[in-house]
């Protein structure tokens, strides 16, 4: 059964005068432990894609169905706690706060999902001994490495068990090296926990820890 199943998604925007198509009919579903990549070129419609399957973006058309929820593109305003509790992100830019440790960090991800206090602490230990920062969960970002900057932000969409989890380029501003440790521990943890995970990537390493891998060229699948 799909946690995720999107349908027929078309996306325009408006630029002037002009409406600019950016997704074409777009079908995709994902399930649980199921690992998938989405690949395409710059400006072929995948970041748009992804802000639609993670509830930030409404499509122009089409159906989005998230953890069994309808989501209605005319009510974004319920859009934010769709998010909240069915969708971890990950981006390749980290977005930690530096004046928080790691702990605090994916603390903070948690209050905004309504999970406090002692509870939120056992979450935050759980999911950074997961990923195997339980040593450095009171390290500031800029005690870290890049690679654990990149572990934090794993923990951070794992807290709480979202059952979707969404990547957009996790390896861009990590070495060949590193960037593969976290694709591989990603992978097994989003198995583990049975999570469906899309990344969206132009990293050819992505292939190697994917069950699928979707292609995206001018705004439809190939």
Request: charged share 25%.
């Amino acid at each position: 059964m799909s946690v995720l199943e999107a349908r027929d998604i078309t996306k325009t925007f408006r630029e002037g005068a002009e409406t600019v198509p950016v997704l074409n009919g777009v079908s995709l579903e994902l399930h649980p432990g199921e690992v998938v990549a989405l690949e395409g070129p710059s400006g072929s419609g995948k970041t748009t894609l992804l802000s639609i399957v993670g509830c930030i973006l409404t499509p122009t058309n089409g159906s989005l169905t998230v953890n069994g929820n309808h989501v209605d593109p005319k009510r974004p305003e319920r859009l934010p706690e769709v998010r909240k509790k069915s969708i971890g992100f990950v981006f390749q830019q980290f977005n930690l706060f530096p004046a928080l440790t790691a702990a605090e960090n994916v603390e903070y991800a948690l209050n905004v999902k309504g999970i406090r206090g002692r509870e939120a602490q056992k979450e935050a230990d759980r999911v950074l001994d997961a990923v195997g920062l339980g040593d450095r969960k009171n390290f500031l970002p800029r005690d870290m490495s890049g690679g654990q900057k990149q572990r934090v932000a794993v923990a951070r969409a794992l807290a709480g068990r979202p059952p979707i989890l969404l990547a957009d380029e996790p390896t861009a501003n990590l070495d060949s090296h590193v960037g593969m440790q976290v694709l591989e521990m990603f992978k097994d943890l989003a198995k583990k926990e049975d999570r469906a995970l899309l990344i969206v990537t132009h990293d050819p390493k992505v292939r190697t820890i994917s069950d699928r891998v979707l292609k995206i060229e001018d705004g439809r699948l190939v």
